[in-house]
């Protein structure tokens, strides 16, 4: 079984401050990795997703995340913090198997601080 | 990217009735999914939906409480039936594309049951 878990779910920064959320998975397969973003009163976009090669994976919005199996962590990071990153994050693994269903983690709400 | 719209956006429901949630795609699409998204909480998967098969539900959803229909390669619905307040919840509809393979999610059903 596969799941998923964000520490925190609640992060505060100030406008231009490093941003980092963190995901923690577990997997019995190779895991697929996500991170959506849900902005108010609208659906999930992608950001950015891990699913073979290179282990440091850029997205959109200056977002990026590394993937580090020894530590099953995927966290989210960006240099410089702005107003309009505010919204939810959502961490998710799959196991791209035929379904490609996805487990989603419980979801961290960033704010930004002038 | 796949566009994925939804109806209705919102509703407010009397308890005990059904309603039924449209996903529509602009363009032809082999696996639909229906997620759950409860106050405060993370993404849940109801059920994944393919055209001319019987959905496949997850563990604690059942047919006689969300029957979903795809009659075509373009088009799914979730009905939420006898509803109770513990059914309000946003119900998002999403789509896989194969190559690359992603998951395009829609805005979401917001529900609110009385």
């Known amino acids: 079984a596969q799941s998923v878990t964000q520490l925190g779910s609640h992060v505060s920064v100030s406008e231009g401050a490093l941003v980092l959320l963190r995901c923690n998975y577990s997997?019995?397969?190779?895991?697929?990795l996500f991170w959506y973003v849900q902005y108010p009163n609208q659906g999930l976009q992608l950001l950015l997703k891990y699913t073979t090669g290179a282990t440091l994976v850029k997205g959109i919005n200056g977002f990026e995340a590394e993937f580090k199996k020894s530590e099953t962590s995927f966290h989210l990071t960006k240099p410089s913090a702005h107003m309009s990153d505010a919204a939810e994050y959502f961490c998710a693994v799959s196991d791209g198997g035929a379904t490609n269903k996805l487990i989603f983690g419980t979801g961290t709400l960033l704010a930004v601080q002038p | 990217s796949a566009v994925i719209s939804q109806k209705p956006s919102r509703d407010i429901c009397q308890r005990g009735t059904s309603l039924t949630i449209q996903c529509q795609v602009d363009s032809q699409v082999t696996m639909m999914f229906w997620y759950r998204q409860q106050p405060g909480q993370s993404l849940t998967l109801i059920a994944t939906a393919n055209q001319g098969s019987e959905a496949t539900y997850e563990s604690g959803f059942v047919i006689d409480k969300f029957p979903i229909s795809r009659p075509n390669l373009t088009f799914s619905t979730l009905t939420v039936s006898n509803m109770s307040p513990e059914d309000s919840s946003i119900y998002l509809c999403s789509v896989e594309r194969q190559v690359p393979r992603e998951l395009f999610f829609g805005e979401g059903s917001r529900l609110t049951v009385l």
């Open positions: 997997s019995s397969v190779p895991p697929y």
